[in-house]
C-alpha cells in the first residue's frame, strides 16, 4: 500500500496497553504499521499491586511513577502513545461507592469523547482496538472507555459532530479485545495440568461458569513471537506487575504452543470481511489507505 496502515488502541490506565493486545501491537509495528496508543486517564488513583514496589515514596508519586512505566512500555512495543488528560477514577469497593467528583468516569459522554474524537481525526486510524461494554471486566473507567471509543468511533467522521477537533476522518473497523476468556484459560489450565505444571487458572475458570460468552471471537490475530516483547512490556509496569505473580507462572513456550493469537471481536465494520479472520485489517484496501495528516 502506497501509506501505512494504521491502529489505533484505547485503554483506560497505563499498563492495559500492556496486559491487552501488547503482542498483536507489537507485530503490527514491526510490519510497518503505525500504532498509537490512547491512555485516557493518568491511572492515578491505582494501587500498588507489586508487594516490592509498596513502599511509601512509590504511594506518594504513583501518578508520575505510572507515567514513567508507560513511557518504557512505549519503548518496549515500539508504539506511539499519548495521554487524554482525565483523572483515574479509581475501584469502588461496592457499587453504592460514589467516584471521585471530576474523575474519567463521572464526565457526561461528550466531554470525555472529545479530546479521543480529536486524537482520531488528528492519527486517522483505519482500525481502532477497545474494551467491550462490560470494560473487559466492570472497572468503571473501562466501561467509560468502551463508550467513548464508541462514540469517538461513530462521530470522527461525521463534520457535524464535535466542532473543533479537526477534519473528519472515519476509521473502517472497531473491535473488542478478548484476551481473558475461559476458553483460553482452559486451554492453559489443561495443558499445565497434563504437564504436571501448577496451573493458577482453576480460580479464573469457575468465575465463567455462570457467565455465558458475550462476544464470540471474531478476529484471532497469530502473534506468538512476540509474546516475550508483551511479558518486557508488562514487567515495565512494576507498581503493577509482580514478576512473581500469575501472569508468568505459565511458561511462554506453552503459551505459544497452546494459544499462539491474541483474539478479538469485530464489533463495527465499514468493509467487507469474512470470517473469521486472522489479521485486524483484513478487508482494507489500498484505496481505503490514505496518507495521514502531516
Known amino acids: 500500500m502506497s501509506a501505512p496502515l494504521r491502529l489505533m488502541a484505547v485503554h483506560a490506565h497505563p499498563d492495559d496497553e500492556s496486559s491487552k493486545g501488547a503482542a498483536t501491537m507489537a507485530r503490527y509495528v514491526r510490519e510497518g504499521v503505525d500504532v498509537l ?16 514496589m ?12 505510572r507515567k514513567a512505566e508507560m513511557d518504557r512500555a512505549r519503548e518496549i512495543l515500539g508504539v506511539q502513545q499519548r495521554f487524554m488528560g482525565f483523572v483515574d477514577s479509581g475501584l469502588p469497593e461496592n ?9 474519567f468516569a463521572t464526565k457526561k459522554l461528550e466531554e470525555a469523547s472529545a479530546p479521543l474524537v480529536a486524537a482520531v481525526r488528528e492519527f486517522r486510524p483505519h482500525v481502532i482496538i477497545t474494551y467491550d461494554d462490560d470494560g473487559g471486566y466492570p ?24 466542532p473543533g477537533t479537526g477534519d ?7 473491535y473488542y479485545q478478548m484476551g481473558f476468556t475461559k476458553e483460553r484459560f482452559e486451554a492453559l489450565h489443561e495443558a499445565m495440568t497434563a504437564r504436571g505444571l501448577g496451573s493458577p487458572y ?13 462476544w464470540p471471537a471474531t478476529t484471532r490475530v497469530p502473534c506468538a513471537d512476540y509474546f516475550q516483547i508483551r511479558d518486557e ?20 513456550e506453552l503459551q505459544q504452543e497452546i494459544w499462539p493469537t491474541e483474539d478479538y471481536h469485530l464489533a463495527r465494520s465499514l468493509v467487507d470481511t469474512e470470517l473469521p479472520e486472522s489479521d485486524l485489517f483484513a478487508g482494507i484496501h489500498a484505496e481505503d489507505v490514505s496518507p495521514a495528516c502531516s
Not at 509498596?54 to 511513577?65: S, T
Not at 468503571?140 to 461513530?154: C, K, L, Q, Y
Not at 473528519?168 to 472497531?174: E, G, I
Not at 482453576?202 to 458475550?214: F, L, N
Open 95 to 103: 457499587e453504592d461507592e460514589p467516584l471521585p467528583e471530576g474523575s
Open 54 to 65: 509498596d513502599r511509601p515514596e512509590v504511594v506518594a508519586n504513583i501518578g508520575a511513577i
Open 139 to 162: 472497572h468503571p473507567d473501562h466501561i467509560m472507555t468502551n463508550r467513548v471509543s464508541v462514540e469517538a468511533f461513530e462521530a470522527a467522521g461525521d463534520p457535524d459532530r464535535y
Open 37 to 52: 496508543v490512547c491512555t485516557l486517564t493518568g491511572g492515578e488513583r491505582g494501587s500498588v499491586l507489586n508487594p516490592k
Open 233 to 252: 512490556a508488562l514487567l515495565a509496569h512494576a507498581t503493577q506487575i509482580d514478576p512473581d505473580s500469575w501472569w508468568f507462572v505459565c511458561p511462554r
Open 168 to 174: 473528519p476522518w472515519q476509521p473502517l473497523k472497531l
Open 202 to 214: 482453576a480460580d479464573w475458570i469457575s468465575r465463567w461458569e455462570d457467565r455465558p460468552a458475550k
